[in-house]
């Protein structure tokens, strides 16, 4: 993340990145927002 230092603007940097094995997608295939919303708002509390 230090990289976008002084060439993005400091609020589009991400105070952290998590990676995962697989994200959840609904039956449709698309991405299941309310889902990952359930899983990680405890992280973006912190």
Known sequence: LGY????????WI???????????HTAT???WKTELKKRYRDRVAE
């Open 4 to 11: 976008y230092e002084g060439k993005v603007a400091k609020w």
């Open 14 to 24: 991400p105070d952290a990145v998590e990676f995962v094995e697989e994200l959840p």
């Open 29 to 31: 295939g698309k991405l």
